[in-house]
């Protein structure tokens, strides 16, 4: 994930949910005993990455954060997108294949099968 982070890492609540918790299990499992009527601000943040993080490694490009946020939050810190690379070939392997969404608010990705 490309993003320049400017403001950091967004919403204090989305922040320290993620970074009191020693792995993205626990994130879930804090947030499922929370009664519906008591949600916390961001918290549909919170749930979806710890979601996508349980399954993948997420690589954050940013020469704009602090590192050690980046980790605090349980993604893979990157200062540019060759980094990147070289991270994800190593985990993937370097037969991995790489897609490129320019705007990924717009896009649902999926999986097709052959």
């Known amino acids: 994930m490309v993003a320049a982070c400017r403001d950091g890492h967004g919403g204090e609540a989305f922040f320290q949910t993620l970074a009191r918790a020693d792995s993205p299990a626990q994130v879930l499992e ?3 005993n929370i009664p519906a009527n008591r949600t916390m ?5 919170s749930q979806i990455l710890a979601r996508i993080l349980q399954k993948h490694t997420v ?10 946020l980046v980790q605090a939050m349980h993604l893979k810190h990157a200062s540019n997108a060759a980094a990147a690379l070289a991270m994800a070939r190593k985990i993937k392997g370097p037969a991995a294949r790489i897609a490129v969404i320019p705007d990924g608010v ?4 999926g999986k097709i099968s052959p």
């Not at 601000?41 to 943040?45: I, K, L, S, T, V």
Request: hydrophobic content about 40%; overall charge negative.
């Open 59 to 68: 690589i954050l490009v940013t020469d704009r954060c602090d590192p050690a």
């Open 30 to 32: 804090e947030l499922q």
């Open 41 to 45: 601000p961001d918290q549909w943040e």
């Open 106 to 109: 717009s896009v649902i990705a």
